[in-house]
């Protein structure tokens, strides 16, 4: 690469010099050799003296990249069809003091594929052009899905509704990592007119199932869910044909680019994190690059354009009517999302069968609590940011408590401590990096269960050599179904021990992922009497 470009500068020189001699003015050479008139006297001051020099300087000056040539390299060795625009938003990601211009970054790419053989492998795209709409007039929504590799090598189905300004092209979108339902696609336009500051005059759609239902004769019937959104944001819907560039091509070009700069070969680890990501990235590149038709960074048009949306007033908080609440789901740690923030609640809370209802206060708090119940869990002040997580500190871990504290907390909840402490002791043994989680499931566990339950639980325990917390809240599960059973049983009734020889407890309770040998020594040793 720089071997070639010596060459190119030698007989750049030669033929300025040979032209001139010509008799060539030094306009007529700037234009025969389609260069500036500025080059032409740049090489004509030269003697070939410095010209060498100066072209033997190419072959060993450092450009601003070469720091980064190995990462850019073992990109584009993995990623062949990676293009300069991603290259740069990863270095951007990277390293956040790095400034760097495109066409520096572009050139640069280029040259790293000539010199290492690494042809790019391209997937051409259809684009119409779209006369653009008056500030505030429009915004296109649309659906996109990828499919990620994931941290464990495997590989996970995302999707994503992306959210344009036709006008600035200012962008926004959301991610889950299941299929949208309704209440999610009002959720996220809920999201999306914050994260705008407004509402626009119109709203275009394809014919998405998730909120039109069919089109009769030109007039659309929504869900209901969805008609009682639009009706209470007052929001004017146009629906158009699936896949229309002509009437969305904005969104499309937007749908590409999340999928192309955003999404391609990037590692999906679990969605929160994903979509804390995709935030930062409208902010670094989705709404900060020049868009390549209006030659202008959509975040400066946008300063402009949202002076020109209505305004958001009110919350939204139909979704659930029982008790004017929304029910979230609860993630593995422990939080819920809520207007693209994330908020903790105690350990433990999580269960994946299990909702929570929420409701936003008028003093911006958001109260957290049981759906069935009504019992209050939690209680957060609703910041003014994005993409952030708000967690009490009573949610969190005792990391100033040791665990010798913890177990004498937890064996003292039993009737016989002694063995409650071997026990548990055993846990610390097997599970030396998780032994808090442990000791939180079982201190669960005791809180809501008599101590004669609990015993029998870590007799049972013992007894099958099950030392693990899960293990111990299956036996404490299947004690309480006996018990239930018992009761309406005759008390003299005959206890009639079952045909076969496999404990009841494992019948009937769920099964979690172990190894097959804990299976079979029960199955070899017969029943828990």
Not at 256 to 271: D, L, Q, S
Not at 313 to 329: P, Q
Request: proline share 2%.
């Amino acid at each position: 690469m720089e071997g070639a470009e010596k060459v190119d500068k030698w007989e750049m020189y030669m033929e300025i010099h040979q032209l001139i001699k010509q008799g060539f003015s030094k306009s007529k050479v700037a234009g025969k050799l389609g260069v500036s008139r500025s080059t032409v006297y740049r090489n004509l001051k030269k003697s070939p003296s410095d010209m060498a020099e100066w072209v033997e300087s190419i072959q060993t000056r450092r450009r601003k990249l070469d720091t980064y040539k190995k990462l850019i390299l073992s990109w584009l060795r993995e990623h062949p069809d990676m293009s300069a625009a991603q290259v740069q938003d990863w270095l951007q990601e990277r390293y956040k003091t790095l400034k760097v211009g495109e066409s520096t970054v572009r050139s640069y790419v280029r040259g790293l594929r000539e010199e290492y053989k690494i042809a790019k492998e391209t997937s051409p795209r259809d684009y119409e052009a779209i006369p653009d709409s008056p500030m505030g007039e429009q915004i296109q929504v649309d659906f996109g899905h990828t499919k990620q590799k994931t941290s464990d090598n495997k590989e996970a189905k995302l999707n994503f509704i992306a959210f344009v300004l036709s006008n600035s092209r200012y962008k926004y979108k959301e991610w889950l990592d299941r299929p949208f339902t309704t209440q999610d696609v009002i959720k996220a336009h809920e999201s999306a007119f914050r994260w705008f500051g407004g509402i626009p005059a119109e709203l275009v759609y394809d014919q998405d199932s998730l909120m039109v239902v069919s089109e009769n004769g030109g007039d659309l019937i929504l869900t209901k869910e969805f008609q009682q959104y639009k009706e209470t944001r007052k929001l004017n819907l146009r629906v158009c044909r699936k896949a229309d560039p002509e009437s969305k091509g904005k969104i499309e070009n937007v749908v590409g680019f999340i999928k192309y700069n955003f999404a391609k070969h990037r590692v999906f680890h679990n969605i929160d994190s994903w979509n804390e990501q995709g935030w930062e990235w409208l902010n670094r590149t989705g709404n900060y690059k020049i868009h390549n038709t209006t030659k202008k960074r959509p975040v400066e048009v946008f300063s402009l354009e949202k002076q020109h949306l209505r305004p958001v007033t009110g919350n939204i908080n139909f979704l659930n009517n029982h008790e004017n609440s929304i029910t979230r789901s609860v993630h593995k740690d422990n939080t819920i999302r809520y207007k693209s923030n994330r908020y903790s609640l105690s350990l433990g809370t999580f269960n994946k069968y299990q909702t929570v209802s929420i409701k936003e206060t008028d003093d911006k708090h958001l109260v957290i609590y049981l759906s069935e119940t009504g019992e209050l869990i939690a209680k957060h002040k609703i910041p003014d940011g994005k993409g952030q997580l708000i967690k009490d500190r009573k949610h969190t871990r005792d990391r100033t408590k040791g665990i010798d504290a913890f177990i004498d907390t937890v064996e003292n909840r039993f009737e016989e401590t002694e063995v409650a402490y071997d026990y548990l002791d055993k846990l610390r043994e097997k599970y030396p990096r998780y032994i808090r989680d442990q000791l939180q499931i079982i201190l669960r566990e005791t809180k809501q269960h008599n101590e004669q339950v609990l015993t029998e639980a870590l007799q049972e325990c013992i007894k099958r050599n099950l030392y693990s917390a899960t293990d111990f809240s299956d036996i404490v599960l299947y004690l309480k179904r006996q018990r239930r059973v018992n009761e309406t049983v005759n008390d003299n009734a005959e206890i009639v021990s079952p045909l076969n020889s496999i404990s009841g407890w494992i019948v009937e309770t769920e099964a979690q992922k172990r190894k097959v040998d804990t299976y079979t020594v029960l199955l070899e040793e017969g029943d828990l009497n």
